[in-house]
């Protein structure tokens, strides 16, 4: 990804989701409602208006939570990974749970935000923008934290999500990620899981992402993410998450 990616979330209903793992830096400012985030490096709750990061390789549990009168509402800049580097090597690693009501810093993000969505201003001037966010963020203490190197099962789910939809079989994973079969069943059993275990979490966090940034429908998201049977999608969302697909999209 060479370009930041901005992303409108909306969700009706009160729900936990726990494990999410998020390969990429992000930022987010949630606009109503109020997002909890814990992550083994501790925890933060966002409010109504303020601006955090979501720092990458990081397994999370989040938990967002609609006002009483309109949903949970975010908006979530995605940042190109060698933007962040850089960022870090000026201003260090930052607080990754600290959260900014700053009004200078949340004009730049806006400001971000709208440049990003507009196709008459140039590339160049997208990526400075979201530099400048994050060099705010960066004087007040605010970065993603030491970095993680990527263990195998973070570059294959990188791989997976970027074609969810793909009929994956492990041989082709291990030939792309070039190692054997058998490195890769024993890192994944390392870490407690198994190669199909992980394509349909990677499958669930692509589907969770869809419901919540875009108005496909749930039939559609079900083939974007390799389900041919819709039944069979819903079941499976149900169990990772703990409620049906359509609940993201309705109280």
């Known amino acids: 990804m060479d370009s930041a990616i901005v992303l409108s979330i909306r969700q009706f209903s009160r729900a936990t989701f726990s494990a999410v793992h998020n390969d990429r830096s992000a930022l987010i400012r949630v606009r109503t409602g109020l997002k909890r985030v814990r992550t083994d490096r501790g925890a933060m709750e966002i409010g109504p208006g ?10 999370m549990s989040i938990e967002n939570t609609p006002d009483q009168a309109v949903p949970y ?7 190109p990974e060698a933007l962040a580097h850089s960022v870090r090597a000026e201003v260090g690693d930052g607080d990754p749970l600290r959260v900014t009501r700053t009004d200078r810093v949340l004009a730049a993000f806006d400001r971000a935000v709208a440049f990003m969505q507009d196709a008459t201003v140039s590339g160049h001037l997208k990526s400075h923008a979201v530099r400048e966010v994050l060099l ?19 570059r294959l789910r990188s791989l997976i999500s970027a074609e969810p939809d793909r009929d994956w ?3 082709e994973a291990c030939t792309a990620l070039a190692v054997s079969e058998a490195t890769l069943r024993r890192h994944l059993a390392a870490e407690g899981t198994s190669f199909s275990a992980l394509l349909a979490d990677v499958r669930m966090g692509v589907a969770l992402a869809l419901l919540q940034s875009s108005d496909l429908a749930v039939n559609r998201i079900a083939l974007e993410v390799g389900y041919t049977c819709a039944s069979r999608f819903a079941l499976r969302f149900r169990k990772r998450f703990g409620l049906a697909p359509s609940a993201i999209r309705r109280a």
């Open 169 to 171: 079989r492990a041989f």
């Open 50 to 59: 303020a601006l955090a990061v979501m720092a990458p390789l990081t397994p």
């Open 136 to 154: 705010w963020l960066g004087e007040e203490g605010i970065g993603f934290g030491r970095p993680r190197a990527p263990a195998l099962s973070d």
């Open 73 to 79: 509402t975010a908006q979530l800049l995605v940042i």
